[in-house]
C-alpha cells in the first residue's frame, strides 16, 4: 500500500513559479513509476507528466512541455514537479500519482494509488 501527500499548491501570478511536491509512504517508492495530473471542476483528470521508478525517463503533455519539470528523490521517497511560465489556464487542482510498475505511463487507468489533490491558481 502506498500513500501520497501532495503540498506546493497556493495563488501565484501569471508568469511565475510553484513547485509542488508529493510524499509517498511505504518500501515500494523507488519500484513506482509516478505522474502528475490535474483536473478543472468538471472536467476529466488529464495526464501532466511522468517519471521512471529510476527517474532516467519522463514525459510530458505537450501544453506543459519546456515549462514544466518532474524530477524524484527515491532516497526522500518524493517527486517534484517544478511549474514555471505559469498561465491561468494552468489553475487545476494538481494530484500525484503512484504506478505498481517501474514503467511510465500517461494513461490515468494505469496508476493504482492517487494523492488527495492540492489547488493550483494562476491569476491573470
Known amino acids: 500500500q502506498v500513500q501520497l501527500v501532495e503540498s506546493g499548491g497556493g495563488l501565484v501570478q501569471a508568469g511565475g513559479s510553484l513547485t509542488l511536491s508529493c510524499a509517498a509512504s511505504g518500501r515500494t517508492f523507488s519500484t513506482n513509476a509516478m505522474a502528475w495530473f490535474r483536473q478543472a471542476p468538471g472536467k476529466e483528470r488529464e495526464f501532466v507528466a511522468g517519471?521512471?521508478?529510476?527517474?532516467?525517463?519522463?514525459t510530458y503533455a505537450d501544453s506543459v512541455k519546456g515549462r514544466f519539470t518532474i524530477s524524484r528523490d527515491n532516497a526522500k521517497n518524493t517527486v517534484y514537479l517544478q511549474m514555471n511560465s505559469l498561465k491561468p489556464e494552468d489553475t487545476r487542482v494538481y494530484y500525484c500519482?503512484?504506478?505498481?510498475?517501474?514503467?511510465?505511463?500517461?494513461?490515468?487507468?494505469?496508476?493504482?494509488?492517487w494523492g488527495q489533490g492540492t489547488q493550483v491558481t494562476v491569476s491573470s
Open positions: 517519471i521512471s521508478s529510476s527517474g532516467g525517463l519522463t
Open positions: 500519482a503512484a504506478r505498481a510498475s517501474p514503467y511510465l505511463s500517461s494513461l490515468r487507468g494505469n496508476y493504482n494509488y
